[in-house]
């Protein structure tokens, strides 16, 4: 690793600023994927500004029917959050099938998002949710904030401070894991709320997380599982590699689809 | 360079460091305390498993300046007078073979048993399996670790 400057910010404008200031500065949140991105001079950042002591940044707490979950809340928080298992018991389920309990015990909800791996967990359930992202200057609705692979809609020097996800009538989430990486091969999280029937699919998309229109309309209109395995998914624009072609990435979907109908 | 301060195995320590120094560096090369491993250095691999304030995490992917005021448990401070039950376990059930992954194995499955512990939870063998998925061991294909971790359990 290149030598570094690491800063631990007290505050979201001294987070802000000391981002301003440096040559290059990141911020770190877990470190889960920035280290190892570090260690292979990938990312040599100058300065390494640390928000997780920062007041408020972790923690969920409840806005009637919306749960907020800052930034730098773990993903053993979140899957251990009492107001997430009630409001939200597929999203709870999500965090605890997140890499391995070391990974859980370190890696935020914030640091996922705006890596924005397009084999991360996160991002589906963010989308298929309608969620809103927090920022140190503004709200961007998960519609919005997903821009590609590993591509948000942050500014250098933004933070997310922390994301209001609304409660769904219905919600599940099914993830075939790819065994070495532990991340998605593919996962589909599929939601209805007052936002309407939405389903996110990540691990599969050449640009990233996208939402499925065909399940969309197809559970809109009957939520089961028999839905959800009658629409066609096809492997335009799905990833392939030395895991799975896009032909079998396709068919993933459709069986997680059922899946996650089945888990809601 | 930064000053970093911890508890380390119950003792006091303070060195002046990069701020760049890994956890896992900070452990073996400026304390000298190398029985946290360090096998793939990429966070897949888990020989590098310490506990930080009570919970396992990989001490090749957390920065030692981050960890000022922390509490940190290694395989060297776990045995108390005699081996701790999980230690004795793996000696036991012939849970290791060239020991290389043993001591992350060994500090993942206490916190594991740990947290079931706490919440009350069954820690079947099937949860077992699943909590070990971020440790890889090379030889002993992994049953008689398994093994071991039941044992352990039901003596802690
Ligand atoms: C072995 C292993 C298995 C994993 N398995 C999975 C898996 O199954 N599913 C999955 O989804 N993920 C998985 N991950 C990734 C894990 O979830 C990471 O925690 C996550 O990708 C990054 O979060 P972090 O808090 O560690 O962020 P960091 O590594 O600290 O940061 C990641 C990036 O986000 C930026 N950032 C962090 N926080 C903020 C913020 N608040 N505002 C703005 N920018 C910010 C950083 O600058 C950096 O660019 C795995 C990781 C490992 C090592
Ligand atoms: S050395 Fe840390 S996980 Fe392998
Ligand atoms: S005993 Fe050799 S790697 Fe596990």
């Known amino acids: 690793m290149y030598p570094t400057k690491y800063h631990k910010a007290a505050s979201i404008d001294d987070a802000v600023a000391a981002l301003g200031a440096g040559e290059e500065a990141l911020v770190l949140a877990g470190g889960q994927t920035l280290l190892a991105t570090m260690k ?12 997780r002591a920062i007041d408020g940044m972790s923690g969920v707490s409840t806005d009637g029917d919306m749960l907020v979950i800052g930034a730098a809340t773990t993903h053993a928080e979140v899957a251990g ?20 309990p070391a990974v859980r015990h370190v890696g935020t909800i914030g640091g996922s998002i705006a890596n924005n791996d397009p084999a991360a967990d996160y991002p589906a359930g963010l989308l298929a949710l309608g969620a809103t992202v927090v920022t140190s200057k503004r709200q961007i609705g998960a519609d919005d904030f997903f821009q590609g692979l590993f591509t948000t809609a942050l500014d250098d020097d933004e933070v997310i401070t922390s994301v209001r996800i609304p409660a769904a009538s219905r919600a599940g989430y099914a993830k075939f894991r790819q065994p070495a990486s532990l991340f998605a091969l593919v996962g589909v999280f599929a939601a209805q709320g007052a ?21 969309e309309a197809a559970l809109g209109a009957d939520w089961s599982a028999a839905a959800a395995g009658g629409v066609g998914v096809a ?12 032909e079998y990435r396709a068919n993933l979907i459709g069986v997680m689809a059922k899946r996650a109908v089945e888990a809601s | 360079m930064t000053n970093v301060s911890m508890t380390v195995n119950g003792k006091a ?14 452990l073996r090369e400026h304390l000298r305390l ?16 310490v506990h930080v304030n009570g919970k396992a995490v990989k001490s090749c992917s957390t920065l030692a300046a981050s960890l000022d005021g922390s509490q940190v448990t290694t395989i060297e401070g776990l045995a108390n007078g005699g081996l701790h039950p999980m230690q004795q376990a793996f000696t036991e059930n012939h849970g290791l073979q060239c020991g290389f992954c043993t ?3 060994i500090m993942t499955s206490v916190d594991m048993v740990n947290r079931y512990k706490a919440d009350g939870k069954e820690l079947t063998a099937q949860a077992i399996r699943g909590e070990l ?10 049953h008689n670790i398994v093994k071991a971790v039941e044992d352990a359990a039901a003596k802690m």
Not at chain 1, 81 to 100: E, H, K, N, T
Not at chain 1, 195 to 215: M, N, Q
Not at chain 2, 39 to 48: E, F, K, M, R, W
């Open chain 1, 40 to 51: 292979q001079h990938l990312a040599s950042p100058s300065d390494l500004v640390d928000i």
């Open chain 2, 133 to 142: 998925a971020g440790n890889i061991c090379r030889c002993t294909g992994y």
């Open chain 2, 103 to 105: 001591p992350g194995m």
């Open chain 1, 81 to 100: 959050s009492a107001d997430v298992q009630r409001l939200c018991p597929a999203l709870a389920g999500l965090a605890r099938g997140i890499g391995d």
């Open chain 2, 34 to 49: 190398t029985g946290t491993h360090v096998g793939c250095d990429t966070s897949q691999c888990g020989a590098c498993v």
């Open chain 1, 195 to 215: 936002g309407g029937t939405r389903v996110a699919v990540t691990g599969a998309g050449e640009d990233g997380v996208f939402r499925h229109v065909g399940l």
């Open chain 1, 235 to 246: 492997s335009e624009g799905l990833l392939a590699d030395i895991h799975a072609s896009a």
């Open chain 2, 13 to 26: 320590v303070s060195r002046e460091v990069p701020d760049e120094t890994l956890l896992s560096e900070f």
